[in-house]
């Protein structure tokens, strides 16, 4: 065991071009901890875009898109909309409804947006779906993934992930290790912190389009009124704060939501869109 | 079954009279705003039915029969709590409903985006190319806010904690 871990020790070293020496030195490995942040943060846009392409075609294997073109259609009408509010507007924004019975909804990197039907079929106007698309808008915005995924790199560095991304490696492989630790994302969720700002956020970005700022507290309600034993909520809340909390926490913002609450609605036509 | 499951996705997000609890003391008011009329004072902890949202306002029907409009942000449903025992069922039976075509009509278990089905998952690039399909130009986008009166505003981030 402890012959391995010094044979790893020297084969990481010998693959960093500078290292001369092969003793263990703590700030070496230091130096790599911070070259593996170094790495991740450097993603570029165009590598975002690609990440999150991966990413949304894997969970597009899990569950397809619902075969309703008007929704989709509609789906991206209003997404579009609130991704034109941003700092962003310039990245592909795509959203999508994924044909699942579970409640919740996804971001990958770049701007593929996900809701799930079921999610879809608990809300009561456009405002709430526009408040749900602008949550996840905010992860892309803020690259909450991209953070993630570093911060998984950090952690693991004592075992296998030293030099994991770092751009020294072909690109090909590079961006599979980066599927794949953005995709453990999808079960593991985010940072509670990251989770809150996407909300406070959120609640902005809905208001900035026009819509009636209680739109996401609306559905976190309705998600805080379920049985949070219900086998459709297992994944969301295993990977959020309770919506309890998240109410909490717009509480703080209340001037926010309240300057903007007389908004639109759009409960027909989101009525009209659903077909019901 | 497939009905079942139909009228399941068109049930309201709050259902008529859903009962919940005040997390603070509060004002019942007679109408969804700050300056409206007190009718009552509401203590911390009292039972309230929720009957529908204003904004950020719902209207209740308080302990004794009375009706007004609480802040919205004050309310927490019963959930939680023992009132609601056991699964809406509502996985199970669109799961059914969505392998009814088999005609077996049995409940396979969960199906679709739950830890380890993500987990295996294998990239499906014939739907991720659908989705791009479907995409909204920025023009588009602008047409159908117009038409449903959106009108766009500058508005800035709030800061952490308020």
Known sequence: MMRRLALACCLLLAAAPAAAQFNINLNRLLDVGKNVKKATTDVDEKEEVEIGRDMAARLLGAAPLAADEALQRYVNHVGRWLASQTERPGLPWRFGVLEAPQLNAFATPGGHIFVTRGLVARMTSEAELAGVLAHEIAHVLRKHHLKAIQKGAQLELANTVVGTFSRSEGSANRREKLLAAGSELFARGLDKDDELEADRLGVVIAARGGYDAYGLPAVLQTLQAMNPEDSGLALMFKTHPAPAERLDALEKIQSTLDAYAAQQQLAARFSGALGR | ?162
Not at chain 2, 39 to 49: C, I, Q, R, T, Y
């Open chain 2, 1 to 162: 079954m497939k009905r079942l499951a139909v009228l399941l996705l068109l049930a309201p997000a709050l259902a008529l009279a859903e009962p919940a609890t005040l997390i603070r003391d509060t004002e019942l008011r007679q109408s969804p705003a700050s300056d409206a009329a007190v009718l009552a004072p509401l203590g911390v902890n009292a039972k309230v039915e929720a009957l529908e949202r204003k904004g950020g306002w719902t209207r209740v029907r308080a302990e004794g029969g009375r009706e007004g409009w609480v802040r919205m942000l004050m309310l927490r449903y019963a959930g939680a709590g023992e009132a609601k025992q056991g699964d809406s069922g509502i996985v199970q039976i669109l799961n059914v409903a969505r392998s009814g075509t088999s005609g077996t009509q049995v409940a396979t278990g969960v199906r679709g985006l739950d830890a380890e089905q993500l987990a295996n998952a294998k990239p499906n690039e014939a739907e991720l190319k659908k989705l791009h399909g479907y995409s909204a130009t920025d023009a588009a986008a602008a047409g159908f806010a117009a038409s449903g009166k959106l009108e766009a505003r500058k508005i800035d981030y709030p800061k952490e904690g308020g």
